[in-house]
C-alpha cells in the first residue's frame, strides 16, 4: 500500500468521530499512533487543555512518551508548549537550539535515547486546544511534504473533535476535554494495576485493555473500571493476539 492510499485510509479513520459511544481518548491515541507510521517518528505525546486552561496529557504511543510530556509541563518548558502557545509547528530545531531554549527538557529526552523532537499544534482557525510531541531517536528532520501529513492529520483530528461536541452535545469543548481528562486518571489506575497482576509492562497492559475494549464495543474507562474492581482479569487475558 502506497503511503498516499494509506493516509487516504488514516483520513477517513480519524474523521469518523460520529458514531454511537465515541471514545476521545482511543481516538486520540490513534492520531499519535498514525502519526509515528506516517512521520517515521518513534513516539508520539499529545496534550490537549482542560477547562481550568491547565494543560494536560492525554494520549501517547508509550509510557516513556507520557512521562516526557508530564516532565515538559512540570519543567514549564519544552516545544509543546511553545507550539501551543503560538499556534504553530516547531520542528527541525538544531541541537544547539533546542538546548538554550529548553535545557532541562532536552536533558530528559537525551536521556531517554531520543535525539530529536518536533511539535505539531492541534488547532482550528485562532483556536487552539493542544499540541502533539514527535519523538525520534535518530536526528531527523521533517520534510516540507511531511509537515504538511502532520499538520493535517492534527487538523483533522480537531475538527473532529470540534464537530462531535457541536453535533453531538452542543457543549463547549472544555468541557468534554475534562471529562477525557477524567476517563485517562482512570485508564492510568488501571494499566498499573493490570501491569502488577499480569507481571506485564504498561504500555503492554494498555494494548490488553484497549484490544478488549474494542473487540467488545465499550469505552476505555468502562473497562478500565472494571479491571480495578477486578471482575475482567480472566476475560481480559483472552484479548492477547487480537492485536490494537
Same mark, same amino acid.
Given at each position: 500500500?502506497?503511503?498516499?492510499?494509506?493516509?487516504?485510509?488514516?483520513f477517513?479513520e480519524?474523521?469518523?468521530?460520529?458514531?454511537?459511544?465515541?471514545?476521545?481518548?482511543?481516538?486520540?491515541?490513534?492520531?499519535?499512533?498514525?502519526?509515528?507510521?506516517?512521520?517515521?517518528?518513534?513516539?508520539?505525546?499529545?496534550?490537549?487543555?482542560d477547562?481550568?486552561?491547565? %494543560?494536560? /496529557?492525554?494520549?501517547?504511543?508509550? @509510557?516513556? !512518551?507520557?512521562?516526557?510530556? +508530564?516532565? =515538559?509541563?512540570?519543567?514549564?518548558? $519544552?516545544?509543546?508548549?511553545?507550539?501551543?502557545?503560538?499556534?504553530?509547528?516547531?520542528?527541525?530545531?538544531?541541537?544547539?537550539?533546542?538546548?538554550?531554549?529548553?535545557?532541562?527538557?532536552?536533558a530528559?529526552?537525551?536521556?531517554?535515547?531520543?535525539?530529536?523532537?518536533?511539535?505539531?499544534?492541534?488547532?482550528?482557525?485562532g483556536?487552539?486546544?493542544?499540541?502533539m510531541?514527535?519523538?525520534c531517536?535518530?536526528?531527523?528532520?521533517?520534510s516540507?511534504?511531511? %509537515?504538511? /501529513?502532520?499538520?493535517?492529520?492534527? @487538523?483533522? !483530528?480537531?475538527?473532529?473533535? +470540534?464537530? =462531535?461536541?457541536?453535533?453531538?452535545? $452542543?457543549e463547549?469543548?472544555?468541557?468534554?476535554?475534562?471529562?477525557?481528562l477524567?476517563?485517562r486518571?482512570?485508564i492510568?489506575?488501571?494499566?498499573?494495576?493490570l501491569?502488577?497482576r499480569?507481571g506485564?509492562?504498561?504500555?503492554?497492559?494498555?494494548?490488553?485493555?484497549?484490544?478488549?475494549?474494542?473487540?467488545?464495543?465499550?469505552?476505555?474507562s468502562?473497562?478500565?473500571?472494571?479491571?480495578?474492581?477486578?471482575s475482567?482479569?480472566?476475560?481480559?487475558?483472552?484479548?492477547?493476539?487480537?492485536?490494537?
Amino acid at each position: 500500500m502506497s503511503r498516499e492510499q494509506r493516509l487516504a485510509g488514516v483520513f477517513v479513520e480519524l474523521a469518523d468521530t460520529l458514531v454511537t459511544d465515541f471514545d476521545v481518548i482511543d481516538f486520540l491515541h490513534t492520531l499519535t499512533e498514525r502519526s509515528v507510521e506516517l512521520l517515521q517518528a518513534d513516539a508520539a505525546g499529545l496534550i490537549l487543555v482542560d477547562s481550568r486552561g491547565q %494543560l494536560q /496529557v492525554l494520549a501517547s504511543t508509550t @509510557d516513556q !512518551a507520557r512521562v516526557l510530556e +508530564l516532565f =515538559e509541563l512540570q519543567a514549564s518548558e $519544552g516545544p509543546c508548549l511553545d507550539c501551543f502557545a503560538t499556534g504553530q509547528p516547531v520542528v527541525n530545531i538544531d541541537l544547539a537550539e533546542v538546548e538554550a531554549r529548553w535545557p532541562r527538557f532536552q536533558a530528559a529526552t537525551t536521556a531517554a535515547g531520543f535525539r530529536s523532537v518536533h511539535a505539531l499544534p492541534l488547532r482550528l482557525r485562532g483556536q487552539v486546544i493542544g499540541a502533539m510531541n514527535l519523538f525520534c531517536r535518530n536526528q531527523s528532520s521533517l520534510s516540507d511534504d511531511d %509537515l504538511a /501529513v502532520g499538520q493535517a492529520l492534527s @487538523d483533522v !483530528a480537531t475538527i473532529g473533535l +470540534l464537530q =462531535e461536541r457541536t453535533v453531538r452535545h $452542543g457543549e463547549i469543548v472544555a468541557e468534554q476535554l475534562q471529562a477525557a481528562l477524567n476517563s485517562r486518571i482512570l485508564i492510568e489506575q488501571a494499566k498499573g494495576v493490570l501491569a502488577e497482576r499480569t507481571g506485564i509492562d504498561v504500555d503492554a497492559a494498555f494494548a490488553m485493555l484497549r484490544a478488549y475494549a474494542r473487540h467488545n464495543g465499550r469505552k476505555l474507562s468502562t473497562v478500565a473500571a472494571a479491571v480495578i474492581d477486578g471482575s475482567l482479569d480472566a476475560a481480559l487475558s483472552k484479548t492477547q493476539g487480537h492485536g490494537k
